[in-house]
């Protein structure tokens, strides 16, 4: 399935309740994979905040002045997880991965 930008509002429906692993590409090539995980606590017009479900690990916090766009895709070989990716203006890149509630992003058959 072709990724399909969307816009923040249908992010946070796209969210709902679930946890997401997380993982994080640096626009200069790092790579770090975390086996803690994160639900959507609050969205607002300026922020989307993230709460962590192991206690060690911290809350995230993610600025959408700091988002180029929100792209939700689906790898070939997954049937129930799907993607949503914060492209970050800092060539960045924060991938959500998990169950996302596909019925918010509208897709056509």
């Given amino acids: 399935m072709a990724p399909l930008e969307i816009d923040p509002p249908t992010a946070a429906r796209a969210f709902a309740d679930a946890y997401f692993n997380l993982l994080r590409r640096g626009a200069d090539g790092s790579l770090v994979l975390s086996r803690d995980h994160w639900r959507l606590e609050e969205a607002t017009r300026d922020t989307f905040r993230f709460s962590a479900?192991?206690?060690d690990a911290p809350d995230l916090e993610v600025r959408?002045?700091?988002?180029e766009r929100l792209v939700w895709d689906r790898l070939p070989r997954q049937q129930v997880r799907s993607q949503i990716r914060f492209v970050l203006v800092s060539g960045d890149l924060w991938t959500f991965s998990g169950t996302v509630d596909e019925s918010a992003l509208q897709i056509a058959p």
Avoid: H, K
């Fill in 53 to 55: 479900r192991e206690e």
């Fill in 64 to 67: 959408l002045d700091d988002v």
